[in-house]
């Protein structure tokens, strides 16, 4: 299982699509998505307050939005 998480933000509709894609994903590449408010944290929003949603790997790598299924797939693949 690979964890995958999600910095996100409550009303952020581009939240709601990479969370979308993301579970379109997690059966095939068996995901574990975490959600991450960042509002909880102020340094979370400094560092993504303009830049969510971003993925974060399991190797610290980041996908910031826009990002599509396959720009994801190539992440789990490498």
């Not at 999600?6 to 581009?14: I, P, S, V």
């Not at 303009?50 to 190539?74: A, C, G, H, R, Y």
Request: hydrophobic share 40%; glycine share 4%; net charge negative.
């Amino acid at each position: 299982m690979t964890d995958l998480i999600l910095y996100t933000t409550a009303g952020c509709h581009l939240c709601v699509l990479a969370e979308d894609i993301l579970q379109a994903l997690s059966s095939q590449y068996e995901l574990n998505i975490i959600p991450t408010e960042i509002g909880d944290d102020d340094e979370l929003v400094e560092r993504y307050g303009v830049s969510i949603p971003v993925i974060k790997f399991p190797d610290n790598s980041e996908l910031n939005w826009p990002f599509e299924t396959q720009d994801i797939e190539n992440k789990l693949t490498l």
